[in-house]
């Protein structure tokens, strides 16, 4: 049976069927056909760049690559979770899982028993620290406190190596800790420096906008999935297959850019303050958030991500071109929508609601999720006439005009007397249309680390010392 593969996001929405946002599914040329019985394990750790649980659905780029994979080799998948990525590995090779996801291939392809797959994701090793701790610029500057690494994060030999070359140079290992929470360390104070993958800090700047990069500890390595050695080679050539059809047709490429691109370009003040602004504000209105998304079945901290972005969930915001309220909504389109008052907060949520779904609902339905409500979005700061006079402009130059990622590129064309005086509509902030629809996406993933709720157990576990408690600064 051939199958005509491609990602594919599914529409923001609550519903368990649709997971949020972080979907991504294969199209099969046979409607009925199901996946078989037989089942492919595949091992990875709990991780907001691997896999976690969120609103009752599983995702996370790892967990996402690993579906599809899934899917392409029509097998049910089973996932199996380690505490770190060194017990991956041995659950790997007990026999206990099939495939290991997301590691490092210099780190693990030396292993006898293993086979590295298709590298497909570039990452750095990076020395952190948390603002308001010094800053070390290189190994020497570490002294007196210690380098936290998380197990399997670098080899001993490595670290026996840089010690020969930096003689003050020590370490800590935390054989029963993961990247995510040696984070959670640097985050807490509770130690000053530790090494971390690039991508792991990337995604944990959401959360901890604090962080920040010392120095890159080497250069730039790969990840890979990784299989056990034997004799049938069939998964492995399975493996090239697969990364090769996602490279070709750019499914890859999209993934990237979903998990990773809304937050490339960080803002440290504009994500300090929609923190605060999280805790200060947000609990004003969440009930209402929810209930109206519930309505239109839209995962809530979309909608709130909405919000922020318009009004910074102010609900008496005012712009000088007059629009008001949460959703900052015109005149003409709260009437369109049928709300009388844009300042009250339910209504502004419900009117916001409403328009973005219409418009939604008007792009035409050859057009995949996600890009579909990026297109909507966009719409809404812009309105639907320049957004088509942007794709017709993308078309005209070459590229997809049902791809958000082409269509951003040529929004901005929008200002260019030399391409606007060929569109029905006009001249358009097109710069602006595609910073906002941006900053939603960085505000909504957000709101997705911020909302995610830890085991119980962790939250019961008595404080830990910061670094301010310490009798002495050696670690």
Same mark, same amino acid.
């Given at each position: 049976m051939k199958k005509i593969f491609s990602f594919k996001l599914l529409r923001i929405c609550a519903t368990p069927i649709l997971v949020v946002l972080a979907a991504c599914s294969a199209e099969i040329t046979d409607d009925n056909a199901e996946l078989s019985q037989e089942k492919i394990r595949i091992v990875?750790?709990?991780?907001?760049?691997?896999?976690?649980?969120?609103?009752?659905s599983e995702t996370g780029f790892e967990y996402e690559l690993a579906r599809l994979f899934a899917?392409?080799?029509n097998h049910e998948l089973e996932i199996v979770v380690a505490d770190n990525k060194a017990e991956m590995v041995d659950i790997l090779l007990s026999g206990n899982a099939d495939i290991a996801t997301g590691l490092v291939k210099?780190?693990?392809?030396?292993?006898?028993?293993?086979?590295?797959?298709?590298?497909?994701?570039?990452?750095?090793?990076?020395?952190?620290?948390?603002l308001g701790i010094d800053r070390p610029r290189d190994l020497d500057d570490l002294y007196p406190y210690q380098l936290h690494i998380a197990r399997g994060g670098l080899r001993v030999d490595k670290l026996e190596y840089i010690k020969k070359q930096f003689p003050e140079f020590s370490w800590k290992l935390h054989p029963d800790m993961s990247s995510s929470e040696i984070i959670d360390m640097v985050e807490d104070e509770q130690i000053a420096y530790a090494v971390v993958y690039s991508n792991e800090l990337i995604t944990a700047k959401q959360k901890y906008p604090d962080l920040r990069t010392a120095f890159d500890l080497a250069a730039p390595t790969s990840l890979a999935w990784f299989t056990k050695k034997s004799d049938d080679q069939g998964l492995q050539e399975k493996l090239q297959s697969f990364f090769k059809e996602i490279e070709s047709n750019e499914s890859l490429a999209e993934m990237i850019e979903h998990f990773y691109g809304p937050v490339q370009k960080f803002d440290y003040v504009d994500q300090r303050r929609f923190i605060t602004r999280f805790f200060d504000r947000l609990p004003n209105y969440e009930s209402i958030f929810k209930a109206t998304a519930n309505?239109?079945?839209?995962?809530?901290?979309?909608?709130?991500a909405m919000s922020y972005q318009e009004s910074h969930w102010n609900e008496r915001a005012r712009s000088p071109t007059g629009v008001r309220g949460l959703m900052m909504l015109t005149l003409d389109t709260a009437k369109q929508v049928g709300i009388t008052n844009r300042l009250d907060p339910k209504q502004s949520i419900l009117g916001g609601a409403r328009y973005i779904k219409q418009l939604i609902d &008007?792009?035409?339905?050859?057009?995949?999720?996600?890009? &579909?409500t990026w297109f909507a979005l966009a719409?809404?700061?812009i309105g639907m006439g320049h957004l088509e006079d942007a794709r017709v402009i993308t078309e005209k130059n070459g590229k997809n005009p049902d791809k958000w990622q082409d269509v951003k590129t040529y929004l901005p064309y929008l200002q260019n007397s030399q391409w606007y005086k060929q569109t029905n509509y006009g001249y358009a902030r097109g710069a602006e249309a595609v910073t906002y629809v941006e900053r939603i996406r960085k505000y909504y993933n957000t709101l997705i680390q911020l909302t995610h709720e830890e085991p119980i157990e962790q939250l019961v576990q008595p404080r830990q010392p910061r670094l301010a408690d310490l009798p002495s600064m050696v670690l």
């Amino acid at each position: 049976m051939k199958k005509i593969f491609s990602f594919k996001l599914l529409r923001i929405c609550a519903t368990p069927i649709l997971v949020v946002l972080a979907a991504c599914s294969a199209e099969i040329t046979d409607d009925n056909a199901e996946l078989s019985q037989e089942k492919i394990r595949i091992v990875t750790v709990y991780s907001p760049t691997t896999y976690f649980v969120d609103t009752d659905s599983e995702t996370g780029f790892e967990y996402e690559l690993a579906r599809l994979f899934a899917i392409y080799i029509n097998h049910e998948l089973e996932i199996v979770v380690a505490d770190n990525k060194a017990e991956m590995v041995d659950i790997l090779l007990s026999g206990n899982a099939d495939i290991a996801t997301g590691l490092v291939k210099q780190t693990f392809e030396k292993k006898p028993d293993l086979i590295a797959g298709p590298e497909y994701f570039t990452v750095t090793q990076q020395v952190i620290y948390k603002l308001g701790i010094d800053r070390p610029r290189d190994l020497d500057d570490l002294y007196p406190y210690q380098l936290h690494i998380a197990r399997g994060g670098l080899r001993v030999d490595k670290l026996e190596y840089i010690k020969k070359q930096f003689p003050e140079f020590s370490w800590k290992l935390h054989p029963d800790m993961s990247s995510s929470e040696i984070i959670d360390m640097v985050e807490d104070e509770q130690i000053a420096y530790a090494v971390v993958y690039s991508n792991e800090l990337i995604t944990a700047k959401q959360k901890y906008p604090d962080l920040r990069t010392a120095f890159d500890l080497a250069a730039p390595t790969s990840l890979a999935w990784f299989t056990k050695k034997s004799d049938d080679q069939g998964l492995q050539e399975k493996l090239q297959s697969f990364f090769k059809e996602i490279e070709s047709n750019e499914s890859l490429a999209e993934m990237i850019e979903h998990f990773y691109g809304p937050v490339q370009k960080f803002d440290y003040v504009d994500q300090r303050r929609f923190i605060t602004r999280f805790f200060d504000r947000l609990p004003n209105y969440e009930s209402i958030f929810k209930a109206t998304a519930n309505e239109f079945e839209f995962d809530w901290r979309f909608l709130a991500a909405m919000s922020y972005q318009e009004s910074h969930w102010n609900e008496r915001a005012r712009s000088p071109t007059g629009v008001r309220g949460l959703m900052m909504l015109t005149l003409d389109t709260a009437k369109q929508v049928g709300i009388t008052n844009r300042l009250d907060p339910k209504q502004s949520i419900l009117g916001g609601a409403r328009y973005i779904k219409q418009l939604i609902d &008007r792009i035409p339905e050859r057009i995949n999720e996600p890009d &579909r409500t990026w297109f909507a979005l966009a719409a809404y700061n812009i309105g639907m006439g320049h957004l088509e006079d942007a794709r017709v402009i993308t078309e005209k130059n070459g590229k997809n005009p049902d791809k958000w990622q082409d269509v951003k590129t040529y929004l901005p064309y929008l200002q260019n007397s030399q391409w606007y005086k060929q569109t029905n509509y006009g001249y358009a902030r097109g710069a602006e249309a595609v910073t906002y629809v941006e900053r939603i996406r960085k505000y909504y993933n957000t709101l997705i680390q911020l909302t995610h709720e830890e085991p119980i157990e962790q939250l019961v576990q008595p404080r830990q010392p910061r670094l301010a408690d310490l009798p002495s600064m050696v670690l």
